[in-house]
């Protein structure tokens, strides 16, 4: 069998292509987000990925695993626990979708 590769530019194009209903690609949107801020952040306080888990709980190469954008498995309360640990609070707004 075949292994096709695909390369997405967006959630959008990546929830298109897993064939995820709106609601699934607005979980996944908002995982993606704060993954991007756990990067964002771990540079900025200059943690590594193993002094992150400490302080959170969890493993290193689940840390790893996230930061690489590998999400299977991981829960939002997760991320937001990583957030927490570096010092980031997390505001949640709300809009009608367009």
Same mark, same amino acid.
């Given at each position: 069998?075949?292994?096709?590769?695909?390369?997405?530019? +967006?959630?959008?194009?990546?929830?298109?292509?897993?064939?995820?209903?709106?609601? &699934?690609?607005?979980?996944?949107?908002?995982?993606? &987000?704060?993954?991007? &801020?756990?990067?964002?952040?771990?540079?900025?306080?200059?943690?590594?990925?193993?002094?992150?888990?400490?302080?959170?709980?969890?493993?290193?190469?689940?840390?790893?695993?996230?930061?690489?954008? +590998?999400?299977?498995?991981?829960?939002?309360?997760?991320?937001?626990?990583?957030?927490?640990?570096?010092?980031?609070?997390? &505001?949640?707004?709300?809009?009608?979708?367009?």
């Amino acid at each position: 069998m075949a292994v096709r590769k695909v390369i997405t530019r +967006n959630s959008r194009e990546l929830a298109a292509v897993l064939g995820l209903s709106s609601a &699934e690609h607005a979980a996944l949107r908002v995982q993606f &987000e704060l993954v991007e &801020e756990i990067g964002r952040e771990i540079k900025r306080v200059g943690l590594t990925h193993a002094a992150l888990a400490r302080l959170a709980q969890t493993s290193r190469p689940r840390v790893t695993a996230i930061l690489n954008g +590998n999400l299977e498995g991981v829960s939002t309360d997760l991320l937001l626990r990583l957030l927490g640990v570096l010092g980031v609070r997390v &505001e949640l707004k709300f809009r009608r979708a367009a």
